[in-house]
């Protein structure tokens, strides 16, 4: 198997299985992940638990309580308002511009490495073409509703085409379906790739898991080439698995398997050194997706200029390179925001799913860059916000150290969190995995030590006695300013306001909220599109 042979057989067979397989590979774990997160929430900490915190006698009746329901954006033109709403595009155009230099290197590269001329219309498609990732990653960091993915993707679409029929061609294949065609060539195969690990379900760790299974296939990939370039190898191998009764099938399938198990043993630091760079905040989970979106352009764009020599291959990995490099500039020239930056808890009720997951996940695009979100480890996001080291620690079978494991550890935790951000401006999600006798301790700290409190309680029902509770210690502890209750049309509204009264009648002697015109704000929202989140983010930064 001479290079060419290679690059273009084993290197795309390796990268469409691996992107292939990642999908029910992310789907299993998670799934056992999930399920080693509810089996360690059940259980009890031990006798390393201190009491939880009660409340200071009632005293004298408290002043009435006011419930106030919130329904337009509010009057608020603070930094903070304004940071939240404008960094998911400041990010989006750092990608835009970042993208640009990659698709105008890879225009330059194919039309170079074809011998074509180098036209300044051809380049301009071309470069267009190539700038599909760049467009992939806004829809990811910023343009998560219908109207404005219509509005990214039908000017994109419709330049596209203007180019294709500007630009010179032979014969009669100048038409919008030839267009569409060469569109598909260039980069359908990487979006089907991308599909397969960017699904939101599994999106947490597909970068991963996908880096893995690539690298385990071209192990197996590549111990077939060793054994079939050296003759001595190859019969020494065959003469050992004959004697030992393999046929030649299964020779091939344990060499294989053997190759897959090497490279994986060697890529495991690697990703161990991943978890570690993550949590030392040298790049986001966000940057880490879009960095992985374009590896796999980069790398299936270049196999079909090998045609042309194996160094041609390299084409897109330098690409990608300048490319990370420019948005590691941009990041550092536009630098920290001058905003103070705040914590935001997030509460909600369990059961939710999948609303809870498109709520969190729009919301953590707003809130990240302005602070780092906190919240307790729940069924409805626990596969949604899954850390890279977190996962890694579930693989090596360590996962119950993630838990709270009594006060002093609770301590020891609380303490670890801090306001850093990573390169990109984004900040982490402080997730605490709590055992059954610890949740309650972790929430009254986690609600102490915040900024603003988002309690979710769509689908609230008389069933749901820990958000009883919660909003209890809420009314007890944390000034009602920095809170906010979120409801639809699944919350049962009238339990929810006797709750509050029953629970405002037993309210704290001490609490900060014993003062006269103490108000529970509620908003209702009944799906969390751009418009919905711009107001929602009102109400928690006026304060």
């Not at 998911?88 to 074509?116: E, F, H, N």
């Not at 995995?433 to 986690?446: E, G, I, K, V, Y």
């Not at 102490?448 to 009883?468: E, T």
């Not at 709750?499 to 009944?526: C, F, H, K, M, Y």
């Amino acid at each position: 198997m001479d290079a060419r042979q290679a690059l273009t057989g084993a290197l795309p067979f390796a990268i469409v299985l691996a992107a292939l397989l990642s999908v029910p590979v992310c789907a299993g774990l998670l799934w056992l992940y999930r399920r080693a997160v509810l089996r360690g929430m059940s259980q009890q900490a031990g006798p390393f638990m201190a009491p939880v915190d009660t409340p200071a006698a009632v005293g004298k009746p408290p002043p009435a309580l006011q419930v106030e329901q919130l329904a337009a954006a509010p009057d608020a033109d603070s930094a903070a308002w304004r940071h939240t709403r404008r960094a998911p595009w400041q990010s989006a155009g750092i990608y835009l511009v970042a993208g640009t230099v990659y698709a105008v290197l890879m225009a330059l590269a194919v039309q170079m490495s074809d011998g074509m001329d180098v036209l300044p219309i051809r380049t301009a498609f071309m470069t267009l073409l190539h700038l599909w990732p760049a467009v992939l990653a806004v829809l990811l960091v910023a343009a998560y509703d219908r109207w404005h993915r219509v509005a990214l993707l039908l000017p994109y679409f419709v330049a596209v085409g203007a180019l294709w029929l500007a630009a010179p061609h032979d014969g009669d294949s100048g038409g919008l379906k030839d267009a569409a065609l060469v569109w598909l060539l260039v980069n359908g195969p990487a979006t089907v790739l991308l599909a397969a690990f960017m699904w939101r379900r599994i999106r947490a760790v597909g970068p991963l898991v996908l880096s893995y299974m690539v690298l385990a296939l071209l192990g197996s990939q590549a111990i077939i080439g060793w054994m079939a370039a050296d003759e001595a190898v190859l019969q020494a191998v065959t003469g050992m698995a004959f004697a030992a009764g393999l046929g030649g099938t299964s020779t091939f399938y344990a060499v294989m398997l053997i190759g897959m198990l090497l490279a994986g043993l060697l890529g495991w630091p690697l990703l161990r050194w991943l978890g570690r760079r993550y949590q030392a905040r040298a790049f986001s989970e966000m940057a880490l997706s879009v960095d992985a979106l374009f590896i796999i352009f980069a790398v299936v764009q270049s196999i079909g200029m090998v045609f042309s020599g194996p160094w041609w291959l390299l084409s897109g990995l330098v690409a990608f390179v300048a490319a990370r490099l420019t948005a590691g500039l941009l990041w550092r020239l536009i630098g920290t925001p001058a905003v103070a930056p705040q914590r935001l808890l997030l509460l909600r009720v369990f059961a939710l799913g999948a609303r809870s997951e498109r709520l969190f996940d729009r919301l953590r695009r707003h809130w990240q860059p302005l602070g780092p979100m906190a919240m307790i480890a729940g069924p409805d996001l626990v596969t949604s916000t899954v850390e890279p080291h977190e996962f890694l620690d579930f693989m090596s079978g360590d996962l119950a150290r993630q838990f709270v494991s009594g006060t002093a550890d609770l301590q020891r935790r609380l303490a670890a969190f801090d306001l850093r951000s990573a390169p990109d401006g984004r900040h982490r999600i402080d997730e605490l995995f709590c055992r059954a006798d610890t949740w309650q301790m972790s929430m009254q700290r986690l609600a102490s030590a915040s900024d603003a409190v988002l309690m979710d309680l769509r689908s609230f029902s008389p069933g749901n006695q820990g958000c009883r509770y919660e909003i209890g210690r809420l009314l007890d502890s944390v000034d009602l300013r920095r809170v906010l209750l979120l409801v639809d049309q699944s919350t049962d509204q009238p339990y929810l306001h006797a709750t509050l009264q029953e629970l405002w009648q037993r309210v704290a002697a001490d609490s900060p909220n014993r003062r006269p015109g103490a108000t529970v704000r509620i908003l209702a929202i009944d799906e969390p599109g751009h418009a919905a989140m711009v107001v929602l983010l009102g109400h928690l930064l006026l304060r």
